[in-house]
Nanobody, 123 residues
Framework: QVQLVESGGGLVQAGGSLRLSCARS????????MGWFRQSPGKYREFVTA????????YYSDSAKGRFTISRDNAKTTVYLQMNSLKPEDTAVYYCGATNHFGIYADSVYDSWGQGTQVTVSS
């Protein structure tokens, strides 16, 4: 079983940047991909970005393309989400997830989740 702990959220002005971290422990051999999702009040949890564990290939939602970057460290113990040019509509709780199933865009395929970290972007 993979354990995930997010950190790095906070309050930032529009146009600013934040970097989120997701520290992973346990279950290395079972990971197909890790991803970031976000959820705003009254909305479903939505896909933001993901990285394939085998080759590092990355995928982004349309809203994240060009502004957000997912990466991981060489030891594959931490996944990062660099968020630039933040907008008020990026305000949400951001969750890190890990999946050992094919498919990355639906939150239902993820087996493990962190507790979430709040990102608030003021206008």
């Amino acid at each position: 079983q993979v354990q995930l702990v997010e950190s790095g959220g906070g309050l930032v002005q529009a146009g600013g940047s934040l970097r989120l971290s997701c520290a992973r422990s346990g279950g290395t051999s079972s990971i197909y991909a890790m991803g970031w999702f976000r959820q705003s009040p009254g909305k479903y949890r939505e896909f933001v970005t993901a990285i394939l564990w085998s080759d590092g290939k990355t995928y982004y939602s349309d809203s994240a393309k060009g502004r957000f970057t997912i990466s991981r460290d060489n030891a594959k113990t931490t996944v990062y989400l660099q968020m630039n040019s933040l907008k008020p509509e990026d305000t949400a709780v951001y969750y890190c997830g890990a999946t050992n199933h094919f498919g990355i865009y639906a939150d239902s395929v993820y087996d493990s989740w962190g507790q979430g970290t709040q990102v608030t972007v003021s206008s």
